[in-house]
């Protein structure tokens, strides 16, 4: 009798395990998750300030702007926000060639979010004059962010709430970078 007690019950343990093993591998996923397993490369963003970016999604809740759709828009904001599959994600680097498709631009605005430009972000920007950055820190500018465009005539404004201190560790990030432009630092707009 206890025998048959003892093979009850292993086998009623085989079968939850079983059944539990086999419930968690078909579980829903959360958004997140889903984003993380299904992506291989860039994934397609909503739609934010009238353009299409590609980001790479991270499980911190930040994201990498991959590309941005081919736009013939003359001035492009990068979004500080994206979501995907309805999960929100903080903008916090810029890919190298994210400003490939945006031939006609002419200015960037990019927001305090972003913290890191990558090589080549603005190669194939030929008409790019102006760059925006809305930051009171510093943002790592990578070798060769500027390879293949001409920065002579271009300006990069700064917010008037950035320190000299951070002013100056950008400079010497830009002049690492290949820019040679101006840095001024934007008109402020209190009275």
Known sequence: MVKGMKKAMVAALAAVLTIGSFSTAYAAKSPT?????????DV?????????PTVDTKKDGTATLGS???????SVSVPSKVKVNGVEYKVTKISAGAFDNCTKMTSVNIPSTVTTIG?????????????????TKAVSVSKNAFKGTDTKNMTIEVSPKMSSKELKKLKKELKAAGYKGKVTVKKSTKK
């Not at 090589?119 to 930051?135: E, N, V, Y």
């Open 33 to 41: 998750e889903s984003v993380e397993a299904e992506k291989k490369n």
């Open 44 to 52: 397609k963003a909503d739609k934010v300030n009238g353009i299409v």
């Open 68 to 74: 941005i759709k081919k736009t013939t828009k003359k």
């Open 119 to 135: 090589a080549k972000a603005f190669s194939g920007a030929d008409s790019l004059k102006k760059i925006s950055l809305s930051g």
